[in-house]
């Protein structure tokens, strides 16, 4: 799917802007894990930011809004926008100078993918760097949520099992334990949601073990 990046976001993140405070120059947001639904898992293992700074931060945001003239990218926003709130509805400046500044301006700062960070620790946090753009950090927080919960999940998922395996494994065979990094081999490719949900969750599995017929999963 290609689309404009800067309408990969919930509805009501199209008028975030006017929401905010009179003079507000800085949102300063972190991302955290808040609890597991298992009573047993205290921890998550981060994965899956650097993709998508990469693909959407930078990728996508320049080859589908920087590299576009503006006239063009505000033309197909204004149409999105109007039909879906009513023509006038919502201004469009600051669409405009940001696409005029040329680049994102935001600073991230992030523990490092594969870690295991404990629950209600934080594993990022993202601010805007420019005073006038205080409304892009929590307008990322959609996108950004939905590409990094499931690779967050299956990687803390395939490190359970994997403490799991190894816990057995030493009660039967020993310290013996080769084969634990096949055990739990990944054939989910089928069952994901779209290429990428397979590419991310195969990727992540991969954290912990060394098996897997996602072959995309190998390269990511």
């Known amino acids: 799917m290609t689309t404009l990046p800067i309408l990969l976001k919930d509805g009501y993140k199209v008028g975030h802007i006017f929401q905010y405070p ?4 800085l949102v300063y947001s972190n991302l955290t894990p808040r609890k597991s639904r298992s009573e047993e898992i205290n921890d998550i293992v981060f994965f899956g930011l650097q993709y998508f700074i990469k693909e959407y931060l930078l990728r996508q945001f320049d080859d589908n809004f920087f590299k576009l003239k503006k006239e063009e990218v505000i033309a197909v926003y204004k149409r999105r926008i109007d039909n879906y709130l009513g023509a006038g509805a919502i201004t469009f400046q600051h669409i405009e100078q940001l696409h005029d500044l040329g680049y994102l301006p935001l600073e991230i700062k992030a523990l490092p ?8 620790v934080p594993v990022l946090t993202i601010k805007n760097t420019l005073p006038e753009f205080f409304w ?4 990322l927080e959609t996108l950004m949520s939905a590409i990094l919960w499931k690779p967050c999940t299956s990687a803390t998922t395939a490190f359970q099992y994997l403490k799991t395996f190894t ?3 030493e009660k039967t ?12 081999h990944d054939f989910s490719f089928r069952g994901m949601s779209g290429l990428e949900d397979a590419v991310l969750s195969g990727a992540a599995h991969l954290l912990s073990f060394a098996g897997t017929d996602t072959i995309p999963a190998i390269d990511f």
Do not use: R, S
């Open 22 to 25: 009179e003079g507000t120059t």
């Open 113 to 120: 993918e594969g870690v295991l960070v404990p629950m209600k």
């Open 136 to 139: 892009l950090t929590n307008m």
């Open 167 to 169: 816990q057995y494994a």
């Open 173 to 184: 065979v020993g310290k013996d334990a080769g084969f634990i990094p096949w055990q739990g």
